[in-house]
């Protein structure tokens, strides 16, 4: 049916309150978090459990009782058309170095230089995730993928005038410009499945959310070196068909930036979970940003997850970056296949993501699926690097793929494990420092596995990987796993719904549930 404003839904749970929107002051209902200890030094547990799921019930019913939700239809065009633009920038993120040998030629500099153009991503990402993050959660979802989108379609069109040779730096100028889109993007998938997503595809919309992201990467390894071949003795010729590739994503980047704001709005009109509707009882007003980075760093899982998320991230981001030197370096001349063989690792990774999303939305064992994937990943890795020169192609195809299966699909389930250890606090923060420490592993990761490689051998610096990603394994054994979002959603345990200190003491029951607001 077609509610006020013309925007379509589609009926979820349903409550004894029309809207999220006519909740009263939330009120606290018991003193401590799961796994905290209470006043009184017990725990939530054993004879316990039913007074924790009738606190649970209680602070629902200080909300005006259990809320409606509905499920909006305009939430899968919302992540379709943000899945897309995310795509476009993944493209313009692997375009060069897939191309390495080309564009090497073609500007006259180093391979070394080439490869600062897919590292401007996440050299940029590092200082601006904060004030990205800041907007987000203050200004909101919709400006934040205007800017995002809008800043992708104005780096795809610098770039179509660097299409001269000399011209290296006005094309790391444009790279930089859908770097800082990125910013804008990378953190909005936890977003748009938390704000637009019901609890039972919460996860799958976050995993195709991410999905956007990989398909770019994949269609980066896959078009270019088709439209762009090696032809060093006919520069014009190389000028002519980089134009293809540039001209042709600023068109669709540009369709792309007006469509967002054609589709994007700030959030559905009912909340879509109960979760939701609990965050958005809170008056904006008492959101403090401040205090809810104060609270993550204090988090001692979520930081234990930040670390372990960026080693694996950062080895996915080396590995993609140097793939064509790798490649090239035991099969001469087969910049086609490199290509071919980076679209196997990310398409594996998409149906990974797939399925680790289908599978959390299913089980709900965000640390146990977490620790199997980075497990696998490890040995995928090893695999992969001991196969790499055996002189077999096809080889290459299915380590490589194997490998992207569980690197690539452990991307969401570190977004999604994350909003579920922090709630309530915000998503996009969340989701923001993960990509930043992943973008700070990548530029440490890339420059010394570049290094090893081009010194010694690809296999030097896969070995490097591989002792890091060995590492995130006992980072994400010791995560402590407390699933908040999914206890209020299921109403099985009570959550302080606030955004203090974590080890603030415990306050006496009357007191108002709400979000710090003091700076």
């Known amino acids: 049916m077609v509610e006020d404003g013309g925007e379509e839904e589609a009926e979820g749970d349903s409550g004894e309150m029309p809207a999220a929107s006519a909740v009263p002051p939330l009120q ?14 017990g725990r939530a547990g054993g004879g316990e459990r039913a007074e924790a799921e009738g606190e649970a019930e209680a602070m629902l019913s200080a909300a005006g009782g259990r809320v409606e939700t509905r499920l909006s239809r305009r939430r899968l065009a919302v992540l379709a058309v943000f899945s897309s633009y995310s795509l476009v920038n993944a493209f313009q993120w692997i375009q060069y170095s897939i191309l390495s040998n080309v564009f090497a030629v073609f500007y006259g500099v180093s391979f070394t230089q080439i490869d600062w153009l897919s590292m401007v991503y996440m050299v940029v990402y590092v200082p601006l995730i904060l004030p990205a993050t800041w907007l987000l959660d203050t200004r909101g ?63 799958t919309a976050c995993a195709v959310a991410v999905l956007g992201n990989q398909l770019g990467t994949a269609i980066g390894f896959l078009l270019p070196p088709v439209l762009v071949p090696n032809t060093p003795n006919d520069i014009d010729l190389m000028a002519h ?37 609990v965050l958005q009882a809170v008056p904006p007003e008492d959101y403090s ?79 146990q699926t977490t620790l199997i994937i980075y497990i696998l990943s490890f040995i995928g890795m090893l695999v992969f690097t001991f196969t790499l020169d055996l002189g077999y192609l096809i080889v290459v195809f299915v380590t490589g793929g194997v490998l992207g299966f569980f690197m690539t699909g452990y991307l969401p389930l570190g977004f999604e494990f994350a909003v579920e250890i922090t709630y309530p606090e915000s998503e996009g923060t969340s989701s923001g420092l993960l990509n ?13 596995q570049g290094k090893l490689t081009t010194d010694y051998s690809p296999r030097a610096g896969n070995l490097f990987l591989c002792a890091w990603i060995f590492v995130g394994i006992i980072l994400t054994a010791v995560i402590k796993s407390d699933l908040r979002r999914h206890n209020v959603n299921s109403g099985v345990m009570n959550l302080d719904v606030k955004a203090v200190p974590v080890e603030s003491p415990v306050e006496p029951e009357n007191t108002e549930l709400k979000i710090q607001s003091a700076l």
């Open 28 to 41: 606290r209902c018991n003193g401590f978090l799961p796994g905290k200890v209470a006043e009184d030094g």
């Open 141 to 203: 979802l919709r400006l934040t993928a205007l800017l995002g989108a809008g800043l992708n379609g104005l780096g795809a069109w610098l770039k179509c005038g660097s299409l001269a040779p000399g011209r290296y730096a006005l094309t790391l100028a444009a790279q930089a410009v859908c770097a800082v889109a990125q910013v804008f993007i990378l953190g909005l998938p936890s977003r748009i499945a938390s704000v637009w997503f019901g609890p039972t595809e919460v996860s």
């Open 241 to 277: 068909n980089i134009s293809i590739m540039f001209y042709g994503t600023a068109i669709v980047s540009t369709l792309l930036f007006f469509l967002t704001g054609v589709v994007f709005e700030e959030k559905p009109k009912y909340p879509p979970s109960q979760s939701q509707a």
């Open 289 to 367: 940003y401040k205090q809810s980075i104060s609270n993550l760093f204090r988090n001692i899982p979520f930081v234990l997850l930040l670390i372990s998320y960026g080693i694996m991230t950062g080895a996915f981001y080396s590995v993609s970056t140097l793939l064509n030197q790798m490649i090239v370096t035991h099969y001469e001349g087969e910049e086609v296949n490199a290509g071919r063989i980076g679209l196997t690792l990310v398409v594996a990774g998409m149906v990974g993501s797939i399925i680790c999303g289908l599978w959390l939305d299913y089980t709900k064992t965000y640390k």
């Open 436 to 448: 930043a420490s992943a973008q700070i592993f990548g530029i440490v990761f890339t420059l010394v």
